[in-house]
């Protein structure tokens, strides 16, 4: 598919990450104003729930964009989806009749502040990646028993905590946490001196299920994609997940990108996963490609210095795609609902630099990377890491915006509120 | 504290589960009328919403009552819960001046249905009860390696899934799911054939939080606390847990009862946790007394057979109280909010008779209990399970109602809409 021109003339510069291809939903505020849903075009955001109270968009009996999030629209299913994306297409679209009428409810995004696009009812994990389960478990428990006996056979994932996932931008404050290295006799509750990042895509769970679901029904009720920064304390993980897996390692913040990029913007990037070593059971095969081309990188900024690139690697590497995690969530009966999250697993590809968390990146923190005025193992306090993904089509991209956050120093004393 | 006497009755009875004394929070519906919030009290729920919409209960500048869930109560924190009892009490107290007020507010318990007494925002499960760790740690790892490490530094627990737990009476479809044993070469998809219940005790929150708090912070933050049988496929279980913790095993339903009994109804059952084999880190020490004497039981009842009483056990067998685990789920800066819940992990006792779940019971399957008309090792298909719990004052007890729920067959293929 071809570049779709708009007469938003930003939005068809070829290497601009909003062009009419592409109309990823938001939640945007002007300063003083109260958040409401957008959708970008080039440079500008498109108040599109303006655009329903005066009838210019028509999605549905009572109105689904008359609140700051959109999960009304995401549970109103893929023919209001579907709906809302050929009247925007033909609303900004080049020569559009529609131009008089929607050009004043454009806003420049330079004069927006953006909130989270949506209200996370649940939100998964999971550990799809082949590359970083190999690396984690050759790390943990030698190259000879890296992948666990079931990985291949199942979507590993287990359940987070949906009130720690925020938007990009938002301060990231280390944490605390009981941690014991094998030296010590008994642990300790201090800061995090391993802390880091992992480099998902999220799956946006648009309409609910209720029992099992196919790999081809679950990949319908997938409403779009984010990109996932799932923060985690290494050395607090290490002491707290056995048996029941990572628990407050994982809770201090999820960060994501501030746009959902629709499955729609997304079809002319599907791919396949890679040959499967061992078949995977009926319930779990795939009707068709699942998984996106999307490039991913992510960059580095110490505090006051300039950002260094530590990984780029792509969404296409994974062993299971969304649609297939979503299925086996569901094998149990246990209901989906709008707003469920699902994150992919650490995104890393075969090679050093494709490693998407510093753990990898630094194996271990025994190998430290080089970054702008020095060196990282972890995460130092001041850095901001930024995910960034580009699907790269035919004279246009689909970008998600930069999924960022700043990592504060942790609080002297967590049980002293200043 | 005695009995409080009350001009219903039934209330005064010494072995009613529904005194004066307990006042416990549900949601009701009569026949063919939408479910509204309700106190039980004897053997009648009373309307309280209406209570509040006519102005005999006045709690707040805006309702809370006004919908079918506790929620808003529960935010609006403790001096509203503490105002909301006091009132209760006087209203419903022998020789009240408000009885011709209330009375006809009183709507037999025997006309109504129960509902989910609050909307659950987030579910985590713990594993805190120090004879279920050592049970299960003894069958899987041996008797030397039973509990984890980090065991008695730690509640340990880990993220479960809301959108699963229903109320009381609520059916229970058992599960299919990914299972392999030691001795097949590869998996299978097929129903559960270990499916088993796990007794434990709800903490239900009533107050957020933001930021790390302490014990006693956590323990003001509670509204009240409800039986709750975690349903577990143990076959599920064991393929998928590792290295990432319980997921699909664990999602097809969590049970609650349909009451939240207060903390305040709670008060005079304080009890200590036992002695700390090894000292807690000073975060996870408790001020006083945070467990509670609460007798429990579980009955399982096969189709159109009697019930046999399974097991008896006390919640004060925990080795961690409800305070001390979200306290620790606090530590990473984890936001908690009004109705999180967390499930206490299972209770189960030092005698074999005191086993909280049919795994411990059964050993494993090895030694299958007797009940009526057969013998179990898990659950069968028709079987109904349920959870008792009381608490014994002095000339009155404080029940909770029961936690109940009977399990159908698996479909036969899941995957084929009825």
């Known amino acids: 598919m071809p570049l779709l021109r ?15 291809n592409n109309l990823p939903c938001g939640v945007f505020s002007r300063p003083g104003d109260e958040p409401r849903c957008g959708v970008a075009i080039g440079d500008f955001v498109l ?17 689904l964009l008359d609140v700051p999030f959109w999960n009304e629209v995401m549970e109103a299913g893929p023919q209001v989806w579907a ?32 909130h989270m696009p949506f209200l996370v009812s649940e939100y998964t994990d999971f550990y799809a990646g082949r590359h ?36 990009s931008g938002t301060p990231v404050r280390r944490p605390w946490g009981q941690v014991k290295g094998p030296e010590q006799a008994v642990p300790a509750f201090q800061p ?39 923060w985690s304390a290494r050395d607090i993980q290490a002491w707290e997940y056995q048996p029941l897996g990572p628990f407050q390692a994982k809770a201090t913040a999820t960060t994501i990108s501030p746009w959902i990029v629709t499955r729609a913007a997304l079809e002319p990037f599907r791919c396949s996963t890679p040959p499967r070593e061992v078949p995977l059971l009926p319930h779990l095969q795939e009707p068709g490609p699942m998984l996106y081309d999307i490039a991913l990188e992510v960059g580095l900024t110490p505090e006051g210095g300039r950002e260094t690139v530590i990984a780029r690697t792509n ?29 992919s697993g650490t995104i890393s590809g075969a090679t050093k630099e494709a490693r998407g968390s510093l753990l990898e990146l630094s194996w271990g923190g025994k190998e430290p990377i080089a970054v702008d005025g020095g ?29 960022s956050g700043r990592v504060l120093p942790a609080l002297p004393d967590p049980y002293r509120r200043p």
């Open 375 to 403: 060196s990282r193992s972890f995460i130092e306090d001041g850095d901001t890491l930024e995910l960034r993904g580009t699907c790269q089509g035919d004279g246009y991209v689909i970008g998600f915006g930069a999924c």
């Open 192 to 230: 995090s001196r391993r802390f880091d990042i992992e480099l998902e895509l999220g799956a946006v769970v648009g309409t609910p299920s209720d029992g099992p679901v196919t790999v081809a029904e679950a990949d319908a009720m997938i409403f779009g994609y984010v990109l996932l920064n799932d």
């Open 47 to 63: 108040d599109v729930a303006v655009l329903e109270d005066s009838g210019v968009l028509n999605l549905a009996d009572a109105p």
């Open 132 to 167: 970083h389960a190999t690396n984690v478990g050759t790390m943990f428990r030698g190259a000879d028993n890296a992948l666990p006996p079931n990985w291949l056979h199942i979507p590993i994932g287990y359940n987070g905590r949906a009130s720690s996932v925020v938007v």
């Open 6 to 20: 708009s007469w938003v003339d930003s939005a068809n510069a070829p290497d601009h990450p909003f062009p009419l």
């Open 315 to 343: 969404y296409r590497e994974m062993y299971y795609s969304a649609a297939q995690q979503l299925a086996h969530h569901t094998t149990s009966g246990c209901p989906m609902n709008t707003g469920d999250l699902l994150g």
């Open 83 to 114: 709906a809302l994306r050929s009247r925007l297409m033909e609303l900004l679209g080049e020569g559009s009749v529609g131009r008089a009428t929607v050009e004043p409810h454009l806003v420049p995004l330079a004069e927006v502040a953006l």
